[in-house]
């Protein structure tokens, strides 16, 4: 067991996906004693209900690390745990993931690309019809491109992210709001403000079928819009957004 655990800090929005099933949110937290008992109840809820099996103590020790921003420490777990696994095991899928989003966060890009390439291979191979794994896989290495100033392939891997989850979900499932974020995003870098600005409010839209009035991914979603506005020129939208 780790000797302590991590006060929330910070937290922004990502589509990478900690777990096979879920997406997660790159979380910045600062250490703190094991003393503080609302934080190691906290801990020990996600312990007990993530990782019920003895053999997944590396993966979970690497998340742990990852959320607490160890992206050294959480390799070192996730590596440890891949030389364990046999070349066949299904899990590796999930393995490869987990090390291209330590790259990432490292800021090691061509190195994430080929962890997310080969989680992504696998996954095709092993589990063709799980669009929505797989969907989250080409939305992970969108992000990665878009950092690395390639738009156009950004822009791909985000399409195909949307077209499978569409495979899968109806058109207002809560992941495509991420995806559509994403996309308006890279419209707005390239100054395709009607773009970004479509694709900003079909985010919205989603979003507000499924989130609280007061969720801050809301508030984000109007602050982006209303940059959009601003930058065409729409001042008094842009203030209502802001607003």
């Given at each position: ?5 991590s ?31 609302d934080?190691k ?7 007990k209900n993530e ?10 020790l690497?998340?742990v690390?990852?959320?607490m ?7 070192k777990?996730y590596?440890r ?19 291209g ?7 090691e890009?061509?190195t994430?690309l ?34 690395k ?9 985000y ?16 992941h495509?709001?991420g995806?559509?974020n ?6 707005r870098?390239?100054n395709?403000y009607?773009?970004a ?7 919205l839209?989603?979003q507000?079928?499924?989130l609280?009035p ?11 819009i ?9 001042y ?7 607003n």
């Amino acid at each position: 067991m780790l000797s302590s655990i991590s006060r929330l800090n910070e937290i922004s929005h990502d589509q990478s996906s900690l777990s096979a099933d879920a997406t997660m949110s790159i979380i910045r937290m600062t250490l703190c004693s094991d003393h503080d008992n609302d934080l190691k109840q906290l801990y020990d809820h996600h312990m007990k209900n993530e990782y019920d099996r003895e053999e997944t103590n590396l993966l979970s020790l690497g998340d742990v690390t990852y959320r607490m921003g160890k992206f050294d420490l959480a390799e070192k777990y996730y590596r440890r745990w891949l030389s364990e696994l046999p070349s066949n095991d299904p899990s590796l899928c999930v393995l490869y993931e987990r090390l291209g989003m330590v790259a990432d966060a490292k800021g090691e890009y061509d190195t994430s690309l080929e962890w997310y390439q080969k989680s992504l291979e696998m996954k095709m191979q092993t589990r063709p019809s799980d669009h929505v794994n797989i969907g989250n896989t080409h939305n992970n290495i969108g992000n990665v491109h878009r950092k690395k100033g390639d738009h156009s392939r950004a822009l791909e891997s985000y399409n195909r992210a949307v077209s499978l989850f569409k495979q899968a979900h109806d058109e207002n499932h809560p992941h495509l709001a991420g995806f559509y974020n994403n996309i308006g995003i890279i419209y707005r870098e390239e100054n395709k403000y009607f773009e970004a600005l479509d694709f900003y409010e079909k985010s919205l839209g989603i979003q507000e079928k499924h989130l609280p009035p007061d969720h801050p991914d809301l508030g984000a979603s109007y602050n982006n819009i209303g940059i959009v506005h601003s930058c065409l020129g729409h001042y008094d939208l842009a203030l209502d957004h802001y607003n």
